[in-house]
């Protein structure tokens, strides 16, 4: 997922914990927190683990980073040390994704005879179209088929405005332009903004149909002859556009680990092992913290520690757990939008036929000690899980939610028809924060958490396979929209329309005949260029209403009906 798709995730994210705080808050009170003989040891492992995850020296664990590499090396050798050996011969399973856009070399911004500096003078805007256009206008003077020339700001105070969202203002208004004809835009400071815009290759904004540039103020006084009274032109100004904007990408890497017990099914374990880094892209919650280092000891070293302890325990229980082969997962990505886990599916060909189930951590390390509130999610996606979420041990509190579909890996999990439990230990004022640090991890409390799990695995390896059911998708993180198509997006995909990643049963996309992997290139009216025109496009629907939806499947362009539901 772009950083679009990494909000949505964030947002959801967000909600659920909401939900759960507010929950927790008019539970019952739960019976005293027995915990029995405290587990020392274990604490202490998870301890070690957090720490140096949570570290300054992994640097946030982001993505694609050294110190994602870093932690990657740390898991790996904390599963050599266990005698864990690596799933299909290799511990490290790297994934490629496109990250934001760069300006390419090709690019040049040509005002009469003057090439501008792309430095310091102009720049194109990162949803520009990557053609070339010829022009000759006269600044603020909109003629149908020619290049347009507009000031970004309707006067001083507009320029010296620091809440000013230039970006989105180009954006809008250049859409606007090009429906009314415009073959490309130069915007233009005709104020000296003390905020002027920088390029943002990590923006939300889809590409559009013509090049768009902005030039800064001292280019346009330099370039842009004036009458010297008005500060207008006094004649045209020839004008060429030629734009190169290229997408960049990253390599994230997933650590697997795999006891093969020669059985029928696999279980899969797993957490997700990467965080915000210094809030490079742009999903911090705290307040002008790039360049801080975002620690994420609860998110999600804690899931991490937990799992590489539930590893440990599993290989010692080795013969009395061997009903099912186990495999141990760290994902990268999941803060930009479940990218690890989705690869994961994909290139290792997880499917429903061989695994029994999946369980997932992602935030453990905050178990409240006045409420003792565990969430746990996946429970609607088998009737297996009621025997463990009916009566909840005297130890905690449950918050159920019973969809298959979350803020967190154990969805692309469930898309392929697995059975899936989550685990979270619920929100604190930390979350997506510098402040998220090892020393305010509640180990006892986590140990806990993971003696119910390896009892949940214990009891499992004792059963046969789960029967999968489907859920309704919860309503956590939910756009508020008059409809819903009923899809899961893949947020990582960025060639043009949105990708279909999930379909639900019994709503308007399944019904229509959309399957997972088709490309939706216009709904109604609306031509989908991606996640915020397919959103658009969605917000001019009532439920009742009937449209057409074109999609791509393998190559091929396909008009579906579609109703959406009442």
């Not at 280019?219 to 004008?239: L, Q, R």
């Not at 298959?404 to 929100?427: M, N, Q, R």
């Amino acid at each position: 997922m772009r950083k679009f798709g990494a909000q949505f995730l964030y947002n959801m994210r967000l909600r659920l914990f909401v939900i759960c705080f507010f929950l927790s808050l008019f539970c019952a009170q739960s019976p005293d927190f027995a915990k029995g003989k405290p587990d020392n040891k274990m604490a202490e492992r998870l301890k070690a683990d957090i720490y140096f995850l949570a570290s300054d020296s992994l640097e946030g664990r982001r993505t694609g980073s050294e110190g994602e590499r870093k932690a990657g090396d740390y898991i790996e050798k904390r599963y050599r040390d266990i005698g864990i050996g690596p799933y299909n011969e290799t511990y490290r399973h790297p994934f490629n994704f496109i990250y934001g856009k760069e300006i390419a070399g090709a690019t040049q911004i040509k005002l009469g005879n003057n090439t501008l500096n792309l430095k310091d003078e102009a720049f194109p805007l990162p949803f520009s179209a990557s053609k070339r256009v010829l022009g000759e206008v006269l600044p603020d003077v909109m003629e149908q088929g020619n290049v347009w020339m507009i000031n970004l700001y309707a006067d001083k105070d507009e320029a010296n405005n620091a809440h000013f969202d230039a970006e989105k203002s180009m954006f809008d208004r250049s859409r606007e332009a090009q429906k009314n004809g415009a073959t490309g835009i130069v915007f233009y400071d005709g104020f000296g903004s003390k905020w002027p815009p920088a390029f943002n290759g990590l923006t939300d904004n889809e590409f559009i149909d013509i090049p768009v540039v902005f030039i800064t103020h001292d280019a346009y006084k330099k370039y842009v002859p004036d009458d010297g009274d008005t500060n207008k032109p006094k004649s045209n100004i020839p004008v060429e556009l030629a734009v190169s904007i290229k997408k960049t990408d990253r390599t994230g890497t997933n650590i697997a680990a795999y006891i093969d017990n020669k059985a029928p099914y696999t279980v899969i374990l797993g957490a997700h092992y990467d965080h915000l880094g210094r809030g490079e892209d742009g999903n911090s919650m705290a307040a002008n913290s790039k360049g801080q280092i975002h620690h994420g000891a609860d998110d999600n070293a804690s899931g991490t520690a937990a799992l590489l302890e539930i590893a440990a325990w599993v290989k010692k229980n080795n013969k009395k757990l061997h009903h099912y082969n186990y495999m141990f997962v760290n994902f990268s990505g999941e803060e930009l939008g479940l990218l690890g886990s989705k690869n994961f599916v994909k290139n290792e060909k997880i499917d429903s036929v061989q695994t029994a189930y999946m369980l997932n951590m992602d935030m453990v390390g905050r178990l409240n000690d006045s409420t003792h509130v565990l969430t746990i999610g996946g429970v609607g996606t088998s009737p297996a899980w009621a025997e463990f979420t009916n009566k909840p041990p005297k130890q905690f509190k449950f918050n159920i939610d019973s969809s298959g579909i979350g803020p967190s890996d154990h969805t692309s999990f469930y898309h392929e028809g697995i059975p899936v439990l989550f685990f979270f230990t619920g929100t604190h004022k930390d979350y997506h924060k510098p402040s998220d640090l090892a020393e305010h991890i509640n180990y006892a409390g986590e140990v806990e958490v993971i003696k119910y799990e390896e009892e949940v695995i214990k009891k499992m390896d004792k059963s046969p396979k789960p029967k999968f059911t489907v859920t309704k998708q919860s309503t956590v993180g939910k756009v508020n929209f008059k409809v819903t198509l009923g899809i899961m997006p893949d947020y990582s995909y960025q060639d043009g329309g949105v990708r279909v990643d999930g379909v639900s049963e019994n709503r308007p996309a399944k019904n229509a005949g959309i399957k997972e992997g088709d490309i939706i290139i216009q709904l109604g009216d609306v031509k989908v260029q991606g996640m915020q025109s397919y959103m658009e496009a969605l917000s001019k629907f009532r439920a009742g209403d009937k449209t057409n939806v074109i999609i791509m499947r393998t190559g091929q362009k396909m008009v579906l009906p579609l109703e959406f539901l009442k």
